[in-house]
């Protein structure tokens, strides 16, 4: 159940957000996140953290740039201000919403995620599908990605099409939520 302040923010955020944003923080809230060691790749204003944000969780949140905002709204997660690298640490789960289509390289990182997960371990992504932006370096072929997931040695336990809307009728464009599972091969 969220406090009055969290349901306030989330507010704010489906007003100023769009509707496929809405739907993914609504997936995330719906994940348990208790007595879990997490990894946030990619903070942003932070908002996913509203949503994995409970009692006996260890978040580390990693990003090459973290907002004053997000430092001074979540005191007891841990911030680091580098790009994440594989961990020791073994984590739980990973997040990495809306960040692998600015990468020039996104499977070296699901490869990193991999790699710092635990045998049973989770990461759960977004990625965009067709969404022309200056700033998106990388366009995925959900084929493409759900092959590379394999040989990297993701299991895929969801997935789902969240469809943006658009003023063009010729852009079919989408967000592709993953939640993908470590085993070993």
Do not use: W
């Not at 007891?76 to 692998?100: G, R």
């Not at 996104?106 to 977004?126: A, H, M, N, Q």
């Amino acid at each position: 159940m969220l406090t009055r302040e969290e349901y306030d923010v989330v507010l704010l955020c489906s007003i100023l957000t769009s509707h496929h944003r809405y739907e993914i923080i609504n997936l995330i809230n719906l994940i348990p996140s208790h007595d879990q060691k997490i990894a946030v790749i990619g903070v942003g204003s932070g908002v996913e953290l509203l949503f994995i944000n409970s009692s006996n969780t260890t978040i580390d949140a990693y990003d090459l740039s973290i907002s004053n905002f997000a430092k001074k709204s979540f005191s007891n997660v841990n911030f680091f201000e580098h790009e994440f690298k594989s961990s020791e640490n073994y984590y739980d789960v990973v997040y990495a919403i809306e960040i692998l289509e600015h990468l020039n390289n996104p499977f070296e990182l699901l490869r990193v995620i991999y790699d710092s997960l635990r045998i049973g371990g989770k990461c759960i992504f977004t990625t965009t599908t067709n969404v022309p932006q200056f700033d998106h370096y990388y366009d995925f072929e959900v084929k493409e990605l759900v092959a590379e997931l394999g040989e990297i040695g993701f299991r895929i336990s969801e997935y789902r099409v969240i469809k943006h809307e658009s003023k063009f009728d010729n852009i079919d464009s989408s967000n592709a939520f993953f939640i993908v599972e470590k085993f070993e091969l």
